[in-house]
């Protein structure tokens, strides 16, 4: 796969995640537009769709529906920041689950934006 087909299917990805949902869709010919304007990248009706079955097929949250013209959307819910440290914590503080059955070890869980973990 060469550099042009990566980006063009990474880009596809990132406007589908950031600008649609199931009642903002895209059609083929605006996801072409949208490349082409945005990105300057030249693609056929063909080579959208076989980009989106890939993505989809992939386990990616990219759904259609079929009508005169195709309408694409991203599915998934991305979490923001601090939707995931609430989770992390409620986890990691919840009484029902053992940290060694959860994590399958004695370890600690790291916390999210704690200054102890240098990894964050």
Excluded: W
Aim: charged letters at 25%.
């Amino acid at each position: 796969m060469e550099n042009g087909t990566k980006l063009r299917i990474l880009y596809l990805y990132q406007h589908l995640v950031q600008h649609t949902d199931a009642e903002h869709t895209l059609s083929t010919a605006e996801l072409m537009k949208i490349l082409k304007e945005d990105y300057s990248v030249k693609v056929s009706r063909n080579t959208i769709s076989d980009d989106l079955a890939m993505l989809h097929d992939c386990g990616l949250h990219i759904e259609h529906y079929e009508s005169t013209q195709n309408k694409y959307y991203y599915d998934g819910h991305i979490y923001e920041l601090p939707e995931l440290k609430v989770l992390v914590d409620a986890i990691s503080s919840s009484k029902f689950i053992t940290q060694r059955e959860y994590y399958g070890t004695a370890e600690p869980p790291v916390r999210c934006g704690d200054p102890r973990n240098n990894q964050l």
